[in-house]
Each structure stands twice: as structure tokens, then as C-alpha cells.
């Protein structure tokens, strides 16, 4: 696969899953905790992309995203 590809699909895919996450907070369903998972999988996806492309700022951003997600992760699963 080549770079190109790979960083669309951690694009594409990321920011469906953080609208997803987005969603899922904002619908007050009880559906937090799947909400944040998703919200930490989105993050892997964009730091991945931030790595490849050398966004060092945009992957510190994901860095403390992955640590809300985290927290809301344990915040919610008690």
C-alpha cells in the first residue's frame, strides 16, 4: 500500500469515526463509552497520519485527545 493511500484512508476513516464519536456523546443515549472508543480509535488513526506527514502539532492535539477519550473511557465504564 502505498503512503499516499494509506494516509487517505487514516483521514477519511478518522473523521467519520470522530463525527460518529461527535454524534454519540451529543445523543445522550447512554452510549458513552462506545463513543469514546471510537474516539480513541480515531485518534490512532490521525496520529498515524500526523507521523507519516510530519504534523508534529496536529499529533500532540491527538495525544491529548487519546487522553480525554481515556478518562471519559474510565469516567464511564464505573
Given at each position: 500500500?502505498?503512503?499516499?493511500?494509506?494516509?487517505?484512508?487514516?483521514?477519511?476513516?478518522?473523521?467519520?469515526?470522530?463525527?460518529?464519536?461527535?454524534?454519540?456523546?451529543?445523543?445522550?443515549?447512554?452510549?458513552?463509552?462506545?463513543?469514546?472508543?471510537?474516539?480513541?480509535?480515531?485518534?490512532?488513526?490521525?496520529?498515524?497520519?500526523?507521523?507519516?506527514?510530519?504534523?508534529?502539532?496536529?499529533?500532540?492535539?491527538?495525544?491529548?485527545y487519546?487522553?480525554?477519550?481515556?478518562?471519559?473511557?474510565?469516567?464511564?465504564?464505573?
Amino acid at each position: 500500500m502505498s503512503r499516499g493511500v494509506f494516509v487517505k484512508i487514516c483521514e477519511v476513516t478518522g473523521s467519520a469515526l470522530a463525527i460518529a464519536y461527535a454524534l454519540l456523546l451529543a445523543s445522550n443515549t447512554g452510549y458513552e463509552v462506545l463513543g469514546f472508543a471510537i474516539l480513541l480509535i480515531s485518534t490512532t488513526l490521525f496520529a498515524a497520519w500526523a507521523t507519516i506527514d510530519r504534523r508534529w502539532a496536529f499529533l500532540v492535539l491527538q495525544f491529548f485527545y487519546a487522553v480525554s477519550a481515556i478518562i471519559g473511557l474510565v469516567r464511564f465504564s464505573v
